[in-house]
């Protein structure tokens, strides 16, 4: 049956085991929407605070979660979860077993095929990878694979914050096998996300459009037109979204905007995205080389608790 072929994994089994690579702002929510629905979820980091951070940033969103899902027993419900998630900083031990890789790390090409191509040697031949990068290209980073894993692999492109965002983009490389792809659609409607599909290209559907959006409101205030405050308040009251673009900036966190641009610059010079949209903006790297990245580091374009 249909439903029978949707949830098979190229080797005919389902997907039950989900390693998460980088234990973050996205990584930490990716592990947790998995460990909602059941799935059994490896977090991996190179450094214990890192994985103790993701795993405060979990419990967290848990206990949010269950005052609406769980409202009289918000500790059961907490802990019920948790025991879905292991924590290992040992790359190789964390996919010896799993169906599905889901690689949240910093946005670099370099450090993503690094990963990639050691995690090649260590998982079976059937497990799925996917990186959840905001920019970069797909077939660029599985090219770090062996040929047989390059068709099993993909983009799986969650939303900040993970919990809440409703959108996963799956990203086809002309190499991603039909069983591939459909294993990840079926996987992503198990976490209660709402998938769509879009080729390999320089910020896939969403940050196409927003992240071009979000640069030209900095140059705005470089420029003097408005203040961060004002621009904001237009955005929400004027236009209905749910943050203004520098609410929105320090919750993306400006280290991986930078990234995205950086990235970005490199495709301009080949045609695939136009140059004007990308070019180095001073305020936002001197935001950036000061260690104000955002709401994670307590400041950004705003100060946070
Ligand atoms: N954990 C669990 N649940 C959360 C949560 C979290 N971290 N954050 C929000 N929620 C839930 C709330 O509990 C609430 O649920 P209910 O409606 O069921 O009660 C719901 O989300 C809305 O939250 P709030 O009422 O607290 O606040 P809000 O209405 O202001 O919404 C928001 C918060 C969802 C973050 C909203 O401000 C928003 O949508 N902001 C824009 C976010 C956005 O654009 N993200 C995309 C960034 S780009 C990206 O991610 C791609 C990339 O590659 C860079
Ligand atoms: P983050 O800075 O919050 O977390 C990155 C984590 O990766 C850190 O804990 C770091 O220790 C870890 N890490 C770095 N190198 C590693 C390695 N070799 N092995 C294991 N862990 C490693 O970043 P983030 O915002 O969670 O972004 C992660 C990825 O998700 C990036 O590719 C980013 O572009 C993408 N993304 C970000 C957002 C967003 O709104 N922030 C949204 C969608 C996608």
Known sequence: SIQRHLSTTPSGSRIERM???GAGLMGAGIAQVGAQSGL???LSDVTDKALENGLNIISKSLSRVAKKKSPDDIEGFTKKILANIETTTDAGKAVEDTDLVVEAI????????DLFGFLDSKAKAE????TNTSSLSVTEIAESCGKERQERFAGLHFFNPVPAMKLVEIIRTPQTSTSTYESLKEVTLRIGKAPVTCNDTPGFIVNRLLVPY??????MVERGDATPEDIDTAMELGAGYPMGPFKLLDFVGLDTTTYIAQGWRGKAASGQISKELVEPIELLDKLVKEGKLGRKSGQGFYEYE
Not at 214 to 219: D, G
């Open 214 to 219: 979000l640069l030209e409101s900095i140059r």
């Open 127 to 130: 497990c799925i990878f996917a």
């Open 106 to 113: 910093i946005e670099s090409i370099k450090v993503k095929r």
């Open 19 to 21: 390693t998460v690579f």
């Open 40 to 42: 059994k979820v490896t």
